[in-house]
């Protein structure tokens, strides 16, 4: 089982910038693709951002330009960077881990932009 602590999210006005973590740790051997994911009151749970064990990543096209996840190996976290927010990007966002077909969440955190 790999445990996920996502950290860093908060209040931000429109154009502002946040960055994201999430910690993994428990049995995190094998780990392929790690991203994240935001759901909006009302709406579906929709993927933002992938990276894989070989740094290939993928994102959104309405985060495209304006988001970069990036990972430190060392300390088993991945971030997710985000510049130029705007007030529909207010979610909470989900950190998740994905091996050989099973895929684990964190907790989520919340982000809002106001306008």
């Known amino acids: 089982q790999v445990q996920l602590v996502e950290s860093g999210g908060g209040l931000v006005q429109a154009g502002g910038s946040l960055r994201l973590s999430c910690a993994a740790s428990?049995?995190?051997?094998?780990?392929?693709?790690m991203g994240w994911n935001r759901q909006a009151p009302g709406k579906e749970r929709e993927l933002v951002a992938i990276?894989?064990?070989?740094?290939?990543?993928g994102y959104a096209d309405s985060v495209k330009g304006r988001f970069t996840i990036s990972r430190d190996n060392a300390k088993n976290t991945v971030y997710l960077q985000m510049n130029i927010l705007k007030p529909e990007d207010t979610a909470v966002y989900y950190c998740?881990?994905?091996?050989?077909?099973?895929?684990?969440w964190g907790q989520g955190t919340q982000v809002t932009v106001s306008s």
């Open positions: 428990g049995n995190i051997f094998g780990i392929n693709v």
């Open positions: 990276i894989s064990s070989g740094d290939n990543t």
């Open positions: 998740h881990a994905s091996r050989s077909g099973a895929t684990n």
